[in-house]
Nanobody, 122 residues
């Protein structure tokens, strides 16, 4: 199984980025996909998740209304659209796959990508 995250970069506050997570080696349509992030000196935190079963989405309060998670099962790819970015969104972003219908905790995920750096300047 491989999850390849991409799309990170340097952006000014108020800008947008779209992260992608290309999956291989698993039945993608049967996995709930999630995004987490980890800032320097902080623990990894939940950002968003999209259930494979009912397509429900859940977001951390800090990103609600600004971030959108979605997926393309035909291309085995999950996405995180990030708008109105803030300096506090600066972190390494990780995508993950969980073999359950809902997963908001890191220990509920079975597979992890390598991470992509997002830096938001003020």
């Amino acid at each position: 199984v491989q999850l390849q995250a991409s799309g990170g970069g340097l952006v000014q506050a108020g800008g947008s980025l779209r992260l992608s997570c290309a999956a291989s080696g698993l039945a993608f349509r049967l996995y709930t996909m999630g995004w987490f992030r980890q800032a320097p000196g902080k623990e990894r935190e939940f950002v968003a998740t999209l259930s494979y079963r009912d397509r429900r989405t859940y977001y951390a309060d800090s990103v609600k209304g600004r971030f959108t998670i979605f997926r393309d099962n035909a291309n085995n790819t999950a996405y995180l659209q990030m708008n109105s970015l803030k300096p506090e969104d600066t972190a390494v972003y990780y995508c993950a796959a969980a073999g359950r219908s809902r997963a908001t905790e890191f220990y509920e995920y079975d597979y992890w990508g390598q991470g992509t750096q997002v830096t938001v300047s003020s």
